[in-house]
């Protein structure tokens, strides 16, 4: 029932937005073949873990779902519409929290003198919204996106094709905890809202494989809800907002509970891990590998 009303509360806040979900997956669906283009998406030799076979985002099968592809742009524009107010929709607030993203991560990895950002492993990267907003914060830089899910690799495949073809952005299906890419192959890997997905021993895993794959003075660059601020505190002490959100994210709690430097530290990154709020909700962390 929870998950059933997060679903409808995201829908009449997109229809108060202008934004036409059933039409975006109708629109979509009639474009291309989605289970041929699945298959061709999926590496076979990929297992999908258990914790990433739950209900995710009021989908019953989560992200292992042709619609959920489909509709993450106008869900996320719907979902991120109330980031900077809570009493005016913004039908800019995800381009707007994916934009501060990156200037916080800019002004971090300057500050740390992290390496000049050529190649970007982007985890997590869905149908390739959080890779975009990378190519645009670093327009000499290719961006390769891994995502567990073939069905959101498959749908940013046709919605990037312009990128892919440039040969900017490349998506592939694979395990962001343990990835085929060779050791200091990468300048930056980037997490962009992808942690408080996760239980948190698959987190600490794929920030030691971030190391791994890292060049040394390349950063690991993470942008998530922030637990400590206020508007996240008036979300978990309200019970049916809780309540609302909690159905939608199994593993919320895992991600509260998470200490998020002495992970990183953990990992082998430097200790003086920074960071700073990219909204009133939201923060943007950095970690450097130093050699």
């Known amino acids: 029932m929870a998950s059933k009303a997060a679903r409808e509360k995201i829908v009449k806040r997109g229809d108060a937005l202008g934004l036409d979900f059933a039409g975006e997956i109708r629109s979509l669906k009639d474009a291309v073949n989605w289970e041929e283009a699945i298959e061709n998406a999926r590496d076979p030799r990929v297992q999908t873990p258990e914790y990433y076979k739950v209900p995710f985002h009021a989908y019953e099968n989560g992200n292992l779902s042709i619609d959920a592809a489909l509709e993450v742009t106008v869900a996320a524009k719907s979902v991120h519409s109330t980031v900077y107010s809570d009493t005016e929709l913004d039908p800019n607030g995800d381009s707007r929290l994916r934009s501060t993203y990156s200037q916080c991560m800019k002004q971090l990895l300057d500050k740390q003198r992290a390496r000049h950002i050529q190649d970007i492993l982007d985890i997590g990267s869905a149908t390739g919204l959080s ?27 046709v919605l990037q094709s312009h990128l892919i073809e440039s040969g900017k952005l490349r998506l592939i299906h ?26 948190q021993q698959p987190t600490i895993d794929i920030f030691k494989e971030a190391y791994r794959v890292l060049r040394p003075g390349g950063a690991l660059c993470v942008m998530e809800m922030n637990p ?9 002490n309200n019970p049916i907002p809780y309540t609302i959100f909690k159905s939608t994210e199994p593993y919320l709690l895992d991600y509260v509970g998470l200490d998020m430097p002495t992970a990183m530290a953990m990992a082998g990154f430097d200790s003086t891990v920074q960071q700073m709020e990219n909204s009133p909700k939201h923060k943007t962390v950095v970690a450097i590998k130093h050699s």
């Open 131 to 157: 890779s975009v907003a990378l190519l645009e914060a670093f327009p000499e830089a290719t961006v390769t996106g891994i995502d567990l899910s073939p069905h959101f690799v498959a749908a940013g495949r």
């Open 174 to 199: 694979g395990l962001a905890e343990q990835t085929d890419f060779l050791d200091e192959s990468f300048d930056m890997v980037s997490m962009c809202l992808v942690c408080h997905e996760l239980p």
């Open 228 to 236: 400590v601020t206020p508007a996240f505190q008036r979300v978990m």
